[in-house]
C-alpha cells in the first residue's frame, strides 16, 4: 500500500490549490481516504475524508464550503480541492487511509502519504 500526495504549492490569499493522493498497490474503492494538515507547531489535525460508506466528511469549521474532497475511480486518486484559501490553511497536507469507516483520529489511519507543502501568503 503506497500513497503519493502531490499539487502543494505556493498561492495568493483568495487562490486555488488542488491536491492529489494516488494508490498503488492497491484500489481505493473500499477504503476510507482522509486528508490531515499540519501547520509548525501545530498537531496534525483531520480535515475531510471520503469512503464509499459515507457522505463525505469534512472536519474543519474554518475550510467547510471552501474545500472539497473527491475520488477519482479511474485515476486511484483522491483529491482535495482548495478555495478562497487563506494564510491560515498553511501546512503540510497528508492523505492516509485505512480499511474501513472515516475518523478524524490520526491513529485510524495506518497508511500514510509523504505529505505536500501548501503555502498562503501575499
Do not use: H
Given at each position: ?15 486555488s ?31 475531510a475524508?471520503?469512503?464509499?460508506e459515507?457522505?463525505?466528511?469534512y472536519?474543519l ?11 477519482d ?16 490553511d ?33
Amino acid at each position: 500500500v503506497q500513497l503519493q500526495a502531490s499539487g502543494g504549492g505556493f498561492v495568493q490569499p483568495g487562490g486555488s490549490l488542488r491536491v492529489a493522493c494516488a494508490a498503488s498497490g492497491f484500489t481505493l474503492d473500499g477504503y476510507a481516504v482522509a486528508w490531515f494538515r499540519q501547520a509548525p507547531g501545530k498537531e496534525r489535525e483531520g480535515v475531510a475524508c471520503l469512503s464509499n460508506e459515507e457522505v463525505p466528511r469534512y472536519y474543519l469549521d474554518s475550510t467547510k464550503g471552501r474545500f472539497a474532497i473527491s475520488r477519482d475511480d479511474a485515476k486511484n486518486t483522491v483529491y482535495l480541492q482548495m478555495n478562497s484559501l487563506e494564510p491560515e490553511d498553511t501546512a503540510v497536507y497528508y492523505c492516509a487511509t485505512d480499511e474501513g469507516r472515516c475518523s478524524s483520529w490520526a491513529r485510524a489511519y495506518r497508511y500514510w502519504g509523504q505529505g505536500t507543502q501548501v503555502t498562503v501568503s501575499s
